[in-house]
């Protein structure tokens, strides 16, 4: 079925975040909504896929800030949906790393190096408050690297590229609790943004059949006038709106790939520069069976190489899939657009070697791969926006505030939340709830208009 070719809000993209602002549109009595997808699915950057049997997650995978006073509202969801998932305890990660030789250092000299490390984070972030106050964006995104061996590099990236609580004063842990749960569903962690759509769309036999959602719509041109908004996508059509909320990531508005009419202006395409986005790749190899150690305190091991970042963070899936036999490494970054670029097979096979530098020469080869890749898919071109730890008040409030009739959510305008799911959930409602306050103003101002 098409959609009316004018609506109150178009919504362009059907992440959570704009699946979570749609609802609440709904909810209020906005019902002639059109949210235009990309892709031929929702989800976004929550992405589940069926690898060796069972269901991985190429996105987000954690429920990130679970058992503080208040609870994660995404927590909640996942509760609704019944969601499976196993709590992650990277407590004991640093007793688990490998050297080049196979040889796992001793707990004493891992833990020290770790408490030195941490010491250091804390001691860092602490000069950078004093310093900076949150005031200069750019300098503060500068890692000074004083880690050295191929160990004190490990420590780093677990600490800084995987974001330990204990290195940083993130909001997350601060307001929900350091839990993290891992999730473990074959519906995927999807499945939270599915039951939202359900809730306010036209379902039939478990299938959404409305008109209000179009899947494979590719917007190219956001045209806003002083009256409405003109949406031209990659087919042509053209749909018109009051207002649209625009979900993409910071990736794709870095990219230019939807232009605007008339252009921007500085203030906003500044901080649209300014801010950095993290790659992040999670690469599942599976294997026959398996041969790394199981049990309790081994879920989590590192590899410690001489490149930083270099295939260090490993984590076996037999506690969420057991039977399964699959790994899963994390690259970051630089090492993620260098994968990335590469073939499956050749990635395959530098994992195979430091698996081989860890578990000795007769392992056995993996029998698959799965590699994401988030920067070259030009619907996301990063994996998360990347603020400073201390975030910069300005950039936020520039990056989220509306340009006219184009409002802006997703992950990357959260001020407190950014690169977590809840942060892209609760912007979406935040988003959604500053538009009806608008719509709001606006009729008033007309009704005085028209009114004797
Ligand atoms: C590898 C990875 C690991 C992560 N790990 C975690 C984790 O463990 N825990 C956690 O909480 N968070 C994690 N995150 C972050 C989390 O996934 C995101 O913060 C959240 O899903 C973002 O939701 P969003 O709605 O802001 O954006 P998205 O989900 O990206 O939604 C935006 C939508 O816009 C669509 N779109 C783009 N361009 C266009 C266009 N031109 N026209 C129409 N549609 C378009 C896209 O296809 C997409 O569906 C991870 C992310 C990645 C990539
Ligand atoms: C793994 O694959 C390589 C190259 O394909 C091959 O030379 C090697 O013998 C295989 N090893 C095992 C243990 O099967």
Same mark, same amino acid.
């Given at each position: 079925m098409d959609p009316p070719s004018r609506s109150s809000v178009i919504i362009v993209g059907a992440g959570v975040s704009g699946i979570a602002a749609a609802k609440?549109?709904?909810? %209020?009595?906005?019902?002639?909504?059109?949210?235009l997808e990309a892709t031929d699915r929702i989800g976004g950057r929550m992405r589940k896929e069926v690898f060796?049997?069972?269901?991985?997650?190429?996105?987000?995978?954690?429920?990130?800030?679970?058992?503080?006073?208040?609870?994660?509202?995404?927590?909640?969801?996942?509760?609704?949906s019944s969601l499976r998932t196993c709590l992650s305890d990277?407590?004991?990660?640093?007793?688990?790393?490998?050297?080049?030789?196979?040889?796992?250092?001793?707990?004493?000299v891992a833990a020290d190096s770790y408490r030195k490390a941490v010491d250091s984070a804390t001691e860092?972030?602490?000069?950078?408050?004093?310093?900076?106050?949150?005031?200069?964006?750019?300098?503060?995104t500068e890692p000074p690297p004083t880690a050295k061996t191929p160990l004190e590099l490990a420590i780093d990236f677990v600490l800084h590229d995987y974001e330990m609580p204990e290195a940083q004063p993130i909001p997350t842990y601060l307001d929900y609790g350091e839990g993290e749960y891992l999730v473990a569903d074959e519906r995927g962690y999807e499945e939270l943004v599915h039951k939202m759509a359900h809730d306010f769309l036209v379902t039939s036999e478990g299938k959404i059949l409305d008109s209000r959602l179009q899947l494979n719509k590719v917007v190219r041109e956001i045209q806003y006038l002083r009256s409405r908004v003109?949406?031209?996508?990659?087919?042509? $059509?053209?749909?018109?709106? %009051?207002?649209?909320?625009?979900?993409?990531?910071?990736?794709v508005l870095k990219s230019d790939f939807i232009s605007f009419q008339p252009s921007m202006p500085g203030w906003k395409t500044e901080a649209i520069e300014k801010l950095d986005v993290t790659v992040y790749t999670k690469i599942y190899p599976k294997f026959p069976e398996k041969f790394w150690p199981c049990g309790p305190e081994k879920e989590f091991f590192m590899y410690a190489h001489e490149r930083r970042g270099y295939y260090t963070f490993w984590q076996h899936m037999e506690n969420a899939y057991p039977g399964s036999n699959i790994l899963v490494v994390t690259l970051t970054n630089g090492e993620s657009k260098r994968v990335e670029s590469q073939s499956d097979e050749e990635t395959l096979k530098e994992a195979m070697e430091v698996l081989r530098d860890m578990f000795g020469p007769n392992i056995p080869n993996?029998?698959?791969?799965? !590699?994401?890749?988030?920067?070259?898919?030009?619907?996301?071109? $990063?994996?998360?926006?990347?603020?400073?730890?201390?975030? %910069?008040?300005? !950039?936020?409030?520039?990056?989220k505030a509306p340009v006219?009739?184009?409002?802006?959510?997703?992950e990357h305008t959260s001020e407190?939340?950014?690169?977590?799911?809840?942060?892209?959930?609760?912007?979406?409602?935040?988003?959604?709830?500053?538009?009806?306050?608008?719509?709001?103003?606006?009729?008033?101002?007309?009704?005085?208009?028209?009114d004797p």
């Amino acid at each position: 079925m098409d959609p009316p070719s004018r609506s109150s809000v178009i919504i362009v993209g059907a992440g959570v975040s704009g699946i979570a602002a749609a609802k609440v549109l709904t909810e %209020n009595g906005v019902e002639d909504i059109l949210i235009l997808e990309a892709t031929d699915r929702i989800g976004g950057r929550m992405r589940k896929e069926v690898f060796g049997g069972v269901s991985v997650e190429l996105g987000a995978g954690w429920i990130v800030g679970v058992g503080g006073k208040v609870p994660n509202p995404v927590w909640e969801l996942a509760a609704k949906s019944s969601l499976r998932t196993c709590l992650s305890d990277f407590s004991h990660v640093s007793y688990n790393i490998y050297d080049r030789s196979g040889k796992v250092f001793p707990r004493e000299v891992a833990a020290d190096s770790y408490r030195k490390a941490v010491d250091s984070a804390t001691e860092k972030t602490r000069n950078q408050q004093e310093t900076d106050g949150g005031g200069d964006f750019s300098g503060a995104t500068e890692p000074p690297p004083t880690a050295k061996t191929p160990l004190e590099l490990a420590i780093d990236f677990v600490l800084h590229d995987y974001e330990m609580p204990e290195a940083q004063p993130i909001p997350t842990y601060l307001d929900y609790g350091e839990g993290e749960y891992l999730v473990a569903d074959e519906r995927g962690y999807e499945e939270l943004v599915h039951k939202m759509a359900h809730d306010f769309l036209v379902t039939s036999e478990g299938k959404i059949l409305d008109s209000r959602l179009q899947l494979n719509k590719v917007v190219r041109e956001i045209q806003y006038l002083r009256s409405r908004v003109t949406v031209t996508m990659e087919d042509g $059509c053209v749909y018109d709106a %009051n207002y649209a909320i625009l979900s993409v990531s910071i990736g794709v508005l870095k990219s230019d790939f939807i232009s605007f009419q008339p252009s921007m202006p500085g203030w906003k395409t500044e901080a649209i520069e300014k801010l950095d986005v993290t790659v992040y790749t999670k690469i599942y190899p599976k294997f026959p069976e398996k041969f790394w150690p199981c049990g309790p305190e081994k879920e989590f091991f590192m590899y410690a190489h001489e490149r930083r970042g270099y295939y260090t963070f490993w984590q076996h899936m037999e506690n969420a899939y057991p039977g399964s036999n699959i790994l899963v490494v994390t690259l970051t970054n630089g090492e993620s657009k260098r994968v990335e670029s590469q073939s499956d097979e050749e990635t395959l096979k530098e994992a195979m070697e430091v698996l081989r530098d860890m578990f000795g020469p007769n392992i056995p080869n993996a029998t698959g791969i799965l !590699v994401p890749r988030w920067l070259n898919d030009k619907f996301q071109r $990063c994996s998360y926006s990347k603020y400073p730890v201390i975030s %910069n008040h300005q !950039v936020v409030q520039s990056i989220k505030a509306p340009v006219g009739r184009i409002f802006f959510t997703g992950e990357h305008t959260s001020e407190r939340f950014s690169g977590y799911v809840h942060g892209g959930y609760l912007a979406g409602i935040d988003t959604s709830k500053a538009l009806l306050e608008e719509m709001r103003k606006e009729k008033e101002r007309k009704s005085e208009f028209v009114d004797p």
